[in-house]
Structure formats: C-alpha cells, structure tokens
C-alpha cells in the first residue's frame, strides 16, 4: 500500500486513495476544504480549486516536485509522495486567491439567506477570505426560479460546483438538470426551468454547498441556528428513512438528509421524507445529532479553527517564514 | 527560397479537386504506407522526423502516437482538431480551403499508422464552408477508393467524417474537443486519464492538429530523416504561420523552422516589413496566448543572439525574457499600437470563452477584463495594475485546462514589458474608444 506524507504526518492508504481522502484519514488539521468534491457523487471534484495543494515530491520513483498545485481531490497518492497543504506559504495564498474569485460575483446576502448557518462558503471565508473585497463592479445577478414546488434557485449564490447536476445524472432517474451557457454567465437549468419530478430531486439542496437550492418549505422560517437537531428514522419504503429533523419547540420545521463530519449526506433521502412529513409524530427520534465541525452550529466550531491557525502559524515559524500580517502570509 | 512541404502548390489552379490534387502526386502517401510499410514502420518515420504537434503546444507527434494505448477488441481514434480559434492563428483554415486533400491524405496514412478505423475531423462553426470543401473532397476519396472497405486491396478500412462545432474557443482543447464531438457540452476534462488512454468514447484516442496531420504526408512520402534535415535541433521541418498586423504582406507563409525572425518580418518573401515606414513596437509570436515582446526582445535573445523560429530559441529566456512558437500566430504591432488596448481586446477573449467550469477562470477573466475596460475608460489607477498582476498570477497554474493560463500569460507580459504604458494611460485619464466591440457583446452582461 502507498505511503504519503502530507504537512510532515506520514499515512499509509490503499492504492487509488486520493490525497485529499488520505487528508482525511489523517484528520481535519490537515484535510484541505472542498467546496465541489462529494466523496458520495461519482466524478465529483475538481472544479472548485479550493482543495488545491503541493505536490513537493511526485512518488519514490520519481521524486520530482508536481509543476503546478493539484486538485487535492482528483489526484491520486503515489508511494512515497510528498505533499504540502497548510504547510505551504504558497498553497494558502493560492487557496486566498480561490476564495475571493469564490466571492467576487457572491450577492453575500448572509442575512436574509436560509443557508447562513450552513453554508460552506461563509465557513471558508471565515478561514481563508481577505477582511477587504478587492472587487469594485457590479455582481452579476440572475432572477430567482422555483424548481417545482419544492426547491427554489437563486442563481446568483451559485459557484458552479456541479454537485447538484451530478446528484440529477446519479441518483434520479431522468436527467433534466444541467449547466447552460459558458464562463461567467453559466446557469444551473432544469432544461429550461422544466420542475424536477423525482422522488430524490430534494437531495440537491443537501449537497449544494451554498443557498442556492433552498427548501421551500422551510424558506424563511427560521434561522438554522434556532433549530434542534435530532437524527430520526421512520419505516419508509422509498429510502432509508434515516434522517435529520430540525426542531423548533415540538414543531418540525425541516427535514433533511444526516451529514458526516466532513458535511456531507451519509445517505440520500426521499422527497416524502423530506418534504411531507413535518409532523413529529411522524418519526422516531433517536437523539439529539452530532454536529460536524464544518457548522457554526457547532459551538466548538471557532476554537476548532483558532486550533488551526496556531498550528499554521507553527509549522510556518519553524519553516523561517516571517510573521504574518492579519491573514496574509510573507516570504522573509 | 525556403522549401516548402505543404503548401507549395498553393497556386496550381484546380488544386483543391481530386484530379489536380492527385495529378500533382497527391495520395502517394497512403499507397507507399499501406502497400510497402506496417502501421508501425509509419510511426517510426514520423518519431525520426522529429515533427512536433503544430497546434500549440509543441509535442512530439511520433512520441505521442506511440503512447496510444492498443487494448484488444476496443477501437481506437484519431481526432484532427480543426478548431483553429486562437486569435492570430488562420493557418490551417488557409490550408483545409487550398488543398483539402492535403488533410485527408494525412488523415488516411495517420490513422493507418493507429490502426483507427474510423476518424473524424472536428471544426469550429464559423469554418461552415471549409467544411463543405472538406465533405466534397472527402466524397472524392471514397470515390476514387482511398476511403471505405479495404483501401487499395488491403485488409485496412477507414471511415472518416466531418463534424462541425458550435463555435467555441474552449472546444480546441483536446478533451473539451471530445466531449463535443460525444454530443456534450465542451467542458475540458479532468486530466489523467489522458485520450491516449481514454479519449472519444472512452477508447484510446490520438487528437492532432491539422497541421501536424498534413505534415504525415511528406514525412511518409520522403522519409523521416529527409524531412529532419530541415530545421534546427529539436524543431524540424517546416511551419505555417499566419502572418497579421501592421506588416506590409499579412498572409500564411511557410518557413523552414530555424530563419531569424528578423529576416521573416523585413525581407520580402515573407511579411515585407513594418506598413507605413513605422517602426515595430512588439510581436505576439504564437498567437494570443504567447507572451508579448517588445521588438529588441523578439528580434534578439537576452544573451544578445538573434531570436530564431524555433521552438527552443522563441523560448529562450524562458517568460522572462521570451516567448513560444505556439500555434505560429504571428501578430506585428507598430509604434502607434497601444498595448493596453490590444490586452483588452485579448482578455475580452477569453472572458468570453472561458467555459466557466473552474473558478479561477471563471472569476479571474471577467475580473481581468473589467479592470481593463477601466483603462479604456480613463477610470484606471495606477493601482489596478498591481491589481491585474496579482489576479492573474492567481488563475495561472491553478485550473483545470490552460485556457487559464493562455488568458493570464498575456496580461502578466504586457505589464512585464510595458508597465509604464499602463501608468501613463493611467495617469492621463484618456478616453479610448472601443465602444466598436459593444457590437460583438450584445448577448453578454455588459462590461
Ligand atoms: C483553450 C485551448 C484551445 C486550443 N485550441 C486548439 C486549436 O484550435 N487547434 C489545435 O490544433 N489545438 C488547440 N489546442 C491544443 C490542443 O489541446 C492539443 O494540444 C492539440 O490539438 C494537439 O495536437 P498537436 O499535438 O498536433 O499539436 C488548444 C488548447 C487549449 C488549451
Ligand atoms: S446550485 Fe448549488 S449544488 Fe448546484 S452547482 Fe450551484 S452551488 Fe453547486
Ligand atoms: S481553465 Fe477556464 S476554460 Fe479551462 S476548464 Fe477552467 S474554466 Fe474552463
Ligand atoms: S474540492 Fe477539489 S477542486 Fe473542488
């Protein structure tokens, strides 16, 4: 089995691991952020660039440095490969880079977006944005479109991640959703506007990693961080039945698919599930959920990353960088 | 007199038909390779030939046909990409309208040599008719039994098409080519698994430019040593390259790879000097994306030696100090010739054709081009050109296909070379007009 380091911690991992999977295993220190891999969509990742690491040394038998940085999640280990994540003045500057052309065309509607809370967009530039946009015109916009009478689209949140289009060509049965237009002006559409009628097309408001597909049924109701999570199971003949309801008091005001620490669905869910079955009565509640790191619903989710940035800063000290200046770093 | 291997009967009259073309020696190639020679023995002679893939990049085509993956039972492709759209570059267009047979040779005794039995020849929408011309000499083929079922007697087969693109930069880059050819929408693909592993539908597949194609059949007809013996060290043979700008003969030439690029913008069997008496300012040696030079730059090497066309000495001095041949888009500007608007018109490019699956691309060239449009504009400050250096040292190197860096290369040569242009402009608050591109912009946000 290969070995590969990453930021100094050496891992052994089967053959065809990815170095962001071997991240991963290794733990959440080193994991790089993901904002369009989805370990449970196939040919997922890629796109985003936010996972984007070092590759310092090829593999044993080549040990060439990599000419460029790496999708972390598309690029497969190599025994004796060598790979620098937070380790790397360079990889953060880059991933800064990521997150801001992420948030130039972003409408940062924080406040009135159900996502707030949840949103992986918000967590990464809490990590890794600049304090200042450097970005001076106008944000482009879209019109907002209800998908059904389930989903809503606001376009203009979207980043063009594609894990909502692989959730349509993976695991419902007729594929009507997909990207039109090119560059900057692409479009998520459902050929064109067409309503999704499946019984899994709610799965795509699970994956996307901002507010762009939101409930509807859920649209405004509460801020996410006011909700209880508890992880509930009823005997559905469509999925499992396993999921995660969002209380408030005794009211069940949403419900959605259980997530893993790294944020995403352990298993897909029904529409019925989802959608139609907002009485408690309806479930069988396990317990309260465990929340991942990755949500601010999380209280431990800020020391978490406090414990982060010493670590960065450490291993930055020990390597003659010289002191870093708010969030950027500089070569001495 | 330089020789010429593909267009040198250019002006044979009628040369774009079966008869002429054949008259003149066409279709040679394919009767020495299937009657004389394996499919292996063709590769060999274009690895000795040392031709070099002619629609940008520069890699070796012997090497890159040998990397094709040959499984039992699975098909295999080779893919001309007639896509031509990178700015500056018209050469192939120039040679698919003169000599159509020319291609299809090529076509024939390079899929020969893959053992592809079926091939195809994709080309950007706007080339609708040279697409005809394609299809008609493409029907004289099978007429005359160069295409179809047992070619000359053989065992060998081969089909061939024609598929014409909607007419996107984007679908030029290889695995973006495929996808579109699959029916799909051209989004660059995810490197590995590169096509020589699984290219069109999924089986191995060779893509080459039409150039780099049409070059097989000299190769074949003479020897790869023959056509070796053109050129300097690793760049062999001859090249086409379209010649634009403020040159007294724009125009596809094809050189012998190695002449000083001085001789080629001044004597007269080439571009014929800089128009109008005017000095040149800078050079886009190979198309848009190469970086600029300044005139002393491109005419000679930081070492103080003459620039050569050449794909090593072109480079030399890496991006500091050089450029690349590229595709040969060979783009001449004189002194009047403002760089900040020519880099606008570029990043107004690429913006436009950014397939937008990536961010930094998709984000970087929009910004980029904005930026710019401020110094159309008079509204740019001095500090927008920090700006721009550092949003594009941020795309470049971190997406998914090079379009990323073919929009950042031009902009980060541009202040390399001529910051100071910037600043004036800059300083000066002038007003540029280029409202004449608002035309071509009606579909898209305005800028
Ligand atoms: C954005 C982009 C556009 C490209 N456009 C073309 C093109 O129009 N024609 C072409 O031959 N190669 C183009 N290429 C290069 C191809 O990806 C590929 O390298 C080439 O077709 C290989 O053929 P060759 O080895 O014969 O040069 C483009 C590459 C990129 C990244
Ligand atoms: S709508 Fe959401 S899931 Fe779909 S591409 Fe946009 S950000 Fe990704
Ligand atoms: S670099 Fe640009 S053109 Fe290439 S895949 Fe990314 S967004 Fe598309
Ligand atoms: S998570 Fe790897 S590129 Fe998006």
Known sequence: ?332 | MGKKLLIHNEHVAGIHTYEVYRQMGGYASVEKAIKTMTPDQVTDEVKKSGLRGRGGAGFPTGLKWSFLAKPEGVPRYLVCNADESEPGTFKDRYLMEKIPHALIEGMITSSYALGANTSYIYIRGEYFYVARILETAIQEAYTNGWLGKNILGSNYSLDLYVQVGAGAYICGEETALLESLEGKRGNPRIKPPFPAVAGLYGAPTVVNNVETIAAVVPIVNNGGEEYAKIGVGKSTGTKLISASGHINKPGVYEIELGIPVEEFIYSEEYCGGIRNGKKLKAVVAGGSSVPILPTELILKTAKGEPRLMTYESLSDGGFITGTMLGSGGFIAMDEDTSIVKNLFTFARFYHHESCGQCSPCREGTGWMEKILKKFMNGTANEADVDLLWDIQSKIEGKTICPLGEAAAWPVAAAIRHFKQEFIDIAKSKKFVDVSHYNRLNKTKEAV
């Open chain 1, 1 to 332: 089995m290969p070995k590969v380091t990453i930021d100094g911690i050496e891992i052994e991992v089967p053959k065809g691991t990815t170095i962001l999977q071997a991240a991963r295993m290794i733990g959440p220190e080193v994991a790089p952020p993901t904002m369009c891999y989805y370990s449970k969509l196939k040919t997922s990742g890629g796109y985003c660039r936010t996972c984007i690491v070092k590759v310092s040394k090829g593999s044993a038998q080549n040990p060439n440095p990599m000419p460029k940085p790496v999708a972390s999640c598309r690029t497969e280990v190599m025994d004796g490969m060598e790979v620098q994540n937070i380790t790397s003045p360079e990889v953060l500057e880059a991933r800064k880079g990521v997150v801001e052309f992420l948030l130039i065309n972003h409408p940062l509607d924080c406040p009135i977006c159900d996502q707030a809370g949840e949103c992986d967009l918000q967590n990464l530039g809490y990590e890794h944005g600049a304090v200042k946009t450097r970005y001076e015109f106008k944000r482009r916009e879209f019109e907002v479109i209800d998908i059904g009478k389930y989903i809503k689209l606001h376009m203009t949140r979207c980043i063009l991640c594609y894990r909502c289009v692989k959730t349509c060509e993976q695991i419902t049965d007729k594929r009507v959703h997909g990207v039109i237009h090119r560059g900057d002006v692409s479009e998520i559409s459902t050929y064109i506007e067409n309503a999704i009628e499946n019984d899994f097309s709610g799965n795509v408001i699970d994956v996307c990693p901002v507010g762009a597909l939101t409930d509807r049924t859920f649209r405004f109701k509460s801020r996410v961080w006011f909700t209880k999570p508890v992880d509930a199971h009823c005997g559905c003949n469509k999925c499992s039945g396993k999921v995660r309801l969002w209380l408030k008091g005794e009211e069940v005001l949403r419900v959605t698919a259980r997530k893993d620490q790294w944020g995403e669905v352990e298993e897909f869910i029904c529409n019925s599930c989802r959608f139609e079955k907002k009485k408690k009565s309806d479930w069988v509640i396990e317990g309260p959920s465990p929340i991942s790191h990755q949500s601010v619903i999380s209280q431990n989710h800020y020391n978490h990353l406090n414990e982060v940035k010493i670590q960065v800063l450490k291993q930055q000290k020990a390597l003659g960088f010289a002191e870093t200046k708010g969030d950027s770093v500089t070569r001495k």
